[in-house]
């Protein structure tokens, strides 16, 4: 049975920076595909950033060009690396994985993701 945990969350001022990562136990994330949803208050899950086995990624166009997913296969292990962060940013970030398949329909839907971390926090305000 694959297991994440997160880590890396916290608070930070805007147009800081951080760092989320996950660390997958019980099986091999190499061949999954994997990414990143959050949720602020009040409103649905969204679908962040992912990344298929082969290298393929989709980014919500919110964080296009701000975030970057990236993959450790020999760590077991993904990241989501946040730039230029906004208010709008704050929300409760977990990863996600699941069976390979096309990641930019995947990503747009939280139920096509089996595993899901519990979360972590990340604020952004001044």
């Known amino acids: 049975q694959l297991q994440l945990a997160e880590s890396g969350g916290g608070h930070v001022q805007p147009g800081g920076s951080l760092r989320l990562s996950c660390v997958a136990s019980?099986?091999?994330?190499?061949?999954?595909?994997i990414g990143w949803f959050r949720q602020a208050p009040g409103k649905a899950p969204e679908g962040v950033a992912c990344?298929?086995?082969?290298?393929?990624?989709y980014y919500a166009g919110a964080v296009k060009g701000r975030f970057t997913i990236s993959r450790d296969n020999a760590k077991n292990t993904m990241y989501l690396q946040m730039n230029s962060l906004k208010p709008e940013d704050t929300a409760v970030y977990s990863c996600?994985?699941?069976?390979?398949?096309?990641?930019?329909?995947?990503?747009?839907?939280?139920?096509?993701?089996?595993?899901w971390g519990q979360g972590t926090q990340v604020t952004v305000s001044s």
């Open positions: 996600v994985a699941d069976a390979a398949g096309a990641v930019q329909a995947m990503c747009r839907h939280r139920d096509r993701f089996s595993y």
């Open positions: 019980g099986s091999a994330l190499e061949y999954n595909a």
């Open positions: 990344i298929s086995a082969d290298g393929s990624t």
